[in-house]
């Protein structure tokens, strides 16, 4: 698609369109005309707050009536499919949140509807565009870490204690599968951008809080292709209830050196026999986490307008989704997951 501008439409006015509405409205190339809410009240609040000309409480009329390039879906990942498969056939693009569906048949189904229809499904997956990950993968590509052969994190977030857990987002609580499918699939799909494409893993469930029916422990261990390691440890349950700029500390480790994340959002790097020093980078605190749904944004609206590849085209986070759905069946078996061959078509 080689245009100067996309017409857009936002489905869901919840919690998180929020970011996204206020990250577009910054974004040259895309002009949002719709939002689709089945709160009336709420569609027309919102597009009142976010300048959006028109609301509408179907999917259906509008796609009818506003006839628009790209769809971002912002609503349940139990709507996600439907809501995919509706816009494809009206020839819209979709650009769609996380998580992907409920289940890995729903998953491919909406990218394969997609592909029918020959428009493109991007996935809006904005952690790794974090500036502090897009720095880290700078400095592993720079050499200066060496070969990597471990990439570990530590998230602990206190919004999931008591009797009445994740009051921004209530639903969180009557999930059937929570912690590592709607959260820990940041990591894995920022630990692919990091470390590259997974082999295989293990991965350990628990829950904490008996109030939730899923997950809020998740450990879970990997090996990536290269031969790298990974660890990603976490919990909802035992941290600060207001969450840290980055949500955890991560730790990249090299045979010249490691390079460290701490939850202000700074870098700081040890050149092995040396002290650990300050990594300087720029990152801004505007928007959400450094910006990273405006700069997740802006490179889905240039790859749509250019035909440039996304780096989480549809097909391609079936490979996240992959290793999400290989974690719970390594969680229920006790068992190390292979993932060659998923996530790829085969």
Same mark, same amino acid.
């Given at each position: 698609m080689n245009r100067s501008e996309l017409k857009g439409a936002l489905v869901g006015a919840g919690y998180f369109a929020q970011f996204q509405a206020e990250a577009w409205n910054r974004i040259p190339g895309i002009r949002i005309e719709a939002v689709v809410d089945q709160?009336?009240?709420?569609?027309?609040?919102?597009?009142?707050?976010?300048?959006?000309?028109?609301?509408?409480?179907? @999917?259906?009329?509008?796609?009818?009536?506003?006839?628009?390039?790209?769809?971002?879906?912002?609503?349940?990942?139990?709507?996600?499919?439907?809501?995919?498969?509706?816009?494809?056939?009206?020839?819209?693009?979709?650009?769609?949140?996380?998580?992907?569906?409920?289940?890995?048949?729903?998953?491919?189904?909406?990218?394969?509807?997609?592909?029918?229809?020959?428009?493109?499904?991007?996935?809006?997956?904005?952690?790794?565009? +974090?500036?502090?990950?897009?720095?880290?993968?700078?400095?592993?590509?720079?050499?200066?870490?060496?070969?990597?052969?471990?990439?570990?994190?530590?998230?602990?977030?206190?919004?999931?204690?008591?009797?009445?857990?994740?009051?921004? +987002?209530?639903?969180?609580?009557?999930?059937?599968?929570?912690?590592?499918?709607?959260?820990?699939?940041?990591?894995?799909?920022?630990?692919?951008?990091?470390?590259?494409?997974?082999?295989?893993?293990?991965c350990q469930t628990d829950r904490i809080n008996p109030v939730i029916r899923a997950e809020d422990y998740v450990l879970l261990q990997l090996r990536f292709r290269s031969g790298a390691h990974g660890l990603i440890d976490n919990n909802r349950i035992s941290g600060p209830v207001e969450p840290t700029p980055t949500m955890g500390v991560v730790w990249i480790e090299g045979e010249k050196g490691a390079l460290?994340?701490?939850?202000?959002?700074? @870098?700081?790097?040890?050149?092995?026999?040396?002290?650990?020093?300050?990594h300087p980078y720029e990152w801004s605190d505007r928007g959400y986490r450094g910006d990273s749904v405006k700069a997740a944004q802006a490179h889905y609206a240039e790859c749509l307008l250019t035909g440039r590849p996304c780096e989480t085209e549809g097909r391609a986070y079936l490979k996240t989704i992959a290793a999400v759905f290989a974690g719970y069946r390594s969680a229920e078996t006790g068992q190390a997951i292979s993932m060659n061959g998923t996530g790829d078509g085969g």
């Open positions: 709160d009336p009240d709420r569609a027309r609040e919102f597009s009142e707050r976010y300048g959006i000309p028109r609301t509408y409480t179907e @999917l259906e009329a509008m796609l009818r009536e506003e006839k628009p390039d790209v769809v971002d879906i912002v609503t349940r990942p139990e709507t996600h499919r439907e809501l995919t498969e509706q816009a494809a056939s009206h020839g819209a693009h979709v650009i769609c949140q996380k998580p992907m569906a409920p289940t890995w048949d729903d998953s491919v189904a909406m990218v394969e509807a997609c592909e029918r229809a020959g428009v493109r499904l991007l996935m809006h997956e904005n952690w790794r565009w +974090q500036p502090w990950y897009r720095e880290m993968k700078r400095v592993i590509e720079s050499g200066a870490l060496g070969e990597v052969f471990h990439i570990g994190c530590r998230r602990r977030t206190g919004d999931g204690r008591g009797s009445e857990p994740y009051p921004v +987002q209530p639903y969180f609580r009557e999930m059937e599968k929570f912690l590592l499918y709607e959260t820990v699939v940041h990591f894995l799909d920022t630990f692919r951008f990091l470390g590259g494409e997974i082999d295989h893993l293990f460290r994340l701490s939850e202000d959002g700074r @870098l700081w790097i040890t050149e092995y026999g040396g002290e650990e020093r300050p």
